[in-house]
């Protein structure tokens, strides 16, 4: 009850009753004022109300789509007002709803209420995504989080093609499947995290560096000259059409911030991060704050954080340890490690943090209101010639948690989405020799195919 108090706002309508119609005064309704998503209204009369099912179903809350929202009812105040209280999970954020109180409402005196009353409400939407920004993304969250082998602009999918581990080709092509171009080869190299921007593809490359192997952020033109490095031991690059945001392997994973490039390198925070999101002005990353992970250096489970893209006003979303992050719209899905690797949400304020699936996922990319995600809830066994293991297979389901549909009885990683098209890496073990190969299947789960005999055709 504390909770409503807290956020309580009184509707001033004074609405007057009598046996034979009369006028009915209401005044200070406030059209169009924003409130917080779980804002309590209070409605005073001037004669006590008894709150029965038919003032239940004469006061009404509908959204924008005119779809009604399951509020509570309450008496108040001894039975001279009625509480309205907000669904349980609050308002949608954003969102535009309309408060309707019936003329069918009697008091307990048996007075009617003359005059039905309308008023609308909005509920902000404190996420500060600042107005009139079109930030320029180089991928979508859910294709960074999961190796970023594909990504498109216009009228083109980029993508790497690969049959082994250890061996990376940069291609492009028009979403048709014509006009086939190899931009550039790298061999005995791993190219990852495709990121277009403008003319320029940038890209991750595994190499050697001057201690160890490490990832190197490189670009190049999208008719393949110019190939550049712009930055060292750079890896989860997110790149908008002004920045590079990444974590600096050479400073203990920190969260840097660069011009595209690679000069004005900046810290925004001491975390050791693992995977990176953008949203408008808000960077979301998760970072390993337990002792046990960074002593296994596993370095994509940990809580989930924003913080500004200046480096200011760090808040902590869930203390959940997720990784396979997806920021879509207000939301930020994950893998939830804590809970057994299930799927959940938690909202860009962190006011809630639910589970969607008892599923167990291996990796996840939300798309155009559906999760894909490697199910490990539904494996299938593999042979590798020493032993067999279980591996997750390729699924789809709404946002929701509903209509679960299995796509492929193959071990799935890496899943990227691109229009109409899946695309993921079924693994292989023969026992001779181990790989990944990579593939495309059609949203409805059908057209499978391989991608890797592009590599052939040039």
Not at 30 to 50: H, T
Not at 362 to 387: A, E, H, Q, R
Request: proline share 1%.
């Amino acid at each position: 009850m504390r909770k409503y108090c807290r956020n309580l706002v009184t509707v001033s309508m004074f609405a007057m009753f009598a046996f034979q119609p009369v006028f009915v005064q209401a005044k200070n309704i406030p059209d169009g004022k924003s409130v917080d998503s779980n804002k309590a209204w209070k409605i005073r009369f001037s004669d006590s109300v008894e709150v029965n099912d038919n003032v239940k179903k004469s006061i009404v809350v509908k959204d924008s789509k005119n779809n009604e929202v399951k509020v509570s009812i309450t008496s108040a105040d001894n039975g001279e007002a009625i509480l309205v209280k907000s669904p349980v999970n609050g308002y949608k954020k954003g969102e535009n709803y309309v408060l309707t109180i019936e003329d069918k409402i009697y008091s307990k005196n048996n007075k009617k209420l003359n005059k039905k009353v309308d008023f609308k409400f909005d509920i902000k939407n404190d996420i500060d995504i600042p107005e009139n920004s079109n930030i320029e993304l180089g991928n979508t969250s859910g294709n960074t989080v999961n190796q970023g082998w594909v990504t498109e602009k216009d009228d083109f999918l980029y993508f790497t093609s690969s049959q082994y581990w250890d061996v990376a080709d940069l291609y492009k092509m028009k979403k048709d499947g014509t006009g086939l171009t190899k931009i550039n080869k790298k061999k005995m190299y791993y190219a990852s995290n495709l990121n277009i921007v403008g003319d320029w593809l940038y890209y991750e490359l595994f190499e050697s560096g001057e201690k160890d192997w490490q990832n190197n952020l490189y670009k190049v033109k999208t008719d393949g000259t110019g190939d550049t490095k712009v930055l060292d031991n750079a890896e989860s690059c997110v790149i908008t059409g002004d920045s590079i945001y990444y974590v600096n392997r050479s400073d203990e994973n920190k969260l840097y911030k660069a011009a595209l490039d690679g000069s004005n390198k900046v810290k925004l925070c001491d975390d050791e991060v693992t995977e990176i999101n953008l949203s408008g002005n808000w960077i979301i990353y998760n970072t390993i704050d337990n002792e046990y992970f960074k002593n296994l250096r596993a370095r994509y489970v940990g809580s989930i954080y924003k913080i500004k893209t200046d480096g200011t006003n760090k808040i902590q979303l869930t203390k959940n340890e997720g990784y396979h992050i997806n920021t879509v719209g207000n939301e930020v899905y994950y893998i939830n490690h804590s809970d057994n690797n299930k799927i959940y949400k938690v909202s860009l304020d962190g006011s809630k943090d639910i589970k969607v699936s008892d599923d167990s996922a291996f990796c996840l990319n939300v798309n155009d209101g559906w999760i894909y995600y490697s199910n490990d809830s539904d494996p299938i066994k593999m042979s590798t010639g020493y032993s067999t293991m279980e591996c997750a297979t390729l699924y789809k389901m709404q946002i929701d948690g509903t209509q679960k549909t299995k796509l492929r009885n193959v071990f799935s990683t890496d899943i990227n989405v691109s229009g109409e098209w899946i695309y993921y890496k079924e693994y292989f073990d023969t026992g001779m020799g181990n790989g990944e190969i990579r593939k495309k299947i059609n949203k409805n789960g059908t057209g499978d195919k391989d991608v890797e005999y592009f590599q052939e055709q040039l």
